[in-house]
């Protein structure tokens, strides 16, 4: 599930641009514009991972919910979820029954951690390139400079600054693609951050 927290994580990833090529200045004020009066986001996202490896792909669809400064919930349709409250991080494996549960170092995701905190910048921490117009919208690669986890991400947008696509990809080329839809930025129900947990699931710590 690692990815797909980086995935969480990085839609938020959308606050004042500077650093890696010449950005144009529409595509950066839509987007901060758009971080700057976000507290919360929900959407519900088409996602497809592709296994380099294995080359096969697994489809899946879940609704995301984030809200500032450090709380995440990814729920799949089929009962799996993953959520981040402060620094724990809860998984749900519905099927086991299994409840996984486990604090995050303090260097866990830390760079996009501070960006949904708000308490850093892209500019501080990723490199960033205009990739210019497509038929998806307006494309920003985001690059971590630590690689550890993934490699790049790609974030396409429309006119009013709202992302609609990201593609994100790993170091050893596995992709992660959401197609989100259903999108809202106003305040979110607590049931909307709440991850059901399977009845009689088995809790697992490290």
Not at 9 to 38: I, K, M, N, Y
Not at 153 to 166: C, E, H, S, Y
């Amino acid at each position: 599930m690692g990815l797909v927290l980086a995935g969480s994580l990085t839609l938020l990833a959308l606050c004042p641009l500077g650093t890696g090529e010449a950005q144009r200045p529409d595509v950066l004020a839509r987007a901060e514009a758009f971080v700057a009066s976000l507290q919360s986001f929900r959407a519900h996202i088409e996602q497809r991972y592709h296994d380099r490896v294995h080359d096969r792909d697994l489809s899946a669809r879940a609704t995301l919910a984030l809200r500032r400064p450090d709380r995440l919930t990814f729920r799949f349709d089929d009962g799996r979820g993953i959520a981040m409250d402060g620094a724990t991080v809860t998984a749900v494996e519905p099927a086991l029954p299994l409840v996984h549960e486990q604090a995050l170092p303090d260097d866990a995701f830390a760079d996009l951690r501070s960006v949904l905190a708000g308490t850093a910048t892209l500019a501080e921490t990723f490199d960033v390139r205009d990739l210019g117009r497509r038929p998806s919208g307006d494309v920003l690669e985001l690059r971590p400079r630590n690689r550890a986890l993934w490699d790049r991400a790609l974030i396409a947008f429309d006119d009013g600054g709202t992302p609609q696509r990201v593609l994100i990809v790993d170091e050893a080329g596995n992709t992660l693609r959401w197609v989100l839809s259903r999108i809202r930025t106003g305040a979110l129900p607590a049931s909307a951050l709440a991850l059901p947990l399977p009845s009689g699931a088995e809790t697992v710590r490290p």
